[in-house]
Nanobody, 113 residues
Framework: QVQLVESGGGLVQPGGSLRLSCVVS????????MGWYRQAPGRQREWVGD???????DYVNSVKGRFTISRDTAKNTIYLQMNNLGPEDTAVYYC???????WGQGTQVTVSS
């Protein structure tokens, strides 16, 4: 059974940085395209970005230049490096595996002074 477990969320001041991790366990892992999504209170879940098996990344316009997705195949882990965070980035962030449409449990990111 494949599981996705996110970590790294927390409270950060505006302008700060966080790095989220998503560890994939189980028989389907690093060869799948992966994505990050987020859901703010009262809003629909939105796509943040994704990374293909070849390492190509794409991002929603609002995070381009601030967020970076990477993957460590040996560790079955993908990362979301978030820089210059603002209050608008406050949300629960979810890791997603496109193969099998699997989701992690989410990790809360709060940007506030």
């Amino acid at each position: 059974q494949v599981q996705l477990v996110e970590s790294g969320g927390g409270l950060v001041q505006p302008g700060g940085s966080l790095r989220l991790s998503c560890v994939v366990s189980g028989s389907i892992s690093s060869m799948s395209a992966m994505g990050w999504y987020r859901q703010a209170p009262g809003r629909q879940r939105e796509w943040v970005g994704d990374i293909t098996t070849g390492g190509t990344t794409d991002y929603v316009n609002s995070v381009k230049g601030r967020f970076t997705i990477s993957r460590d195949t040996a560790k079955n882990t993908i990362y979301l490096q978030m820089n210059n965070l603002g209050p608008e980035d406050t949300a629960v962030y979810y890791c997603h595996m496109f193969a099998g449409s699997l989701w992690g449990q989410g990790t809360q990111v709060t940007v506030s002074s």
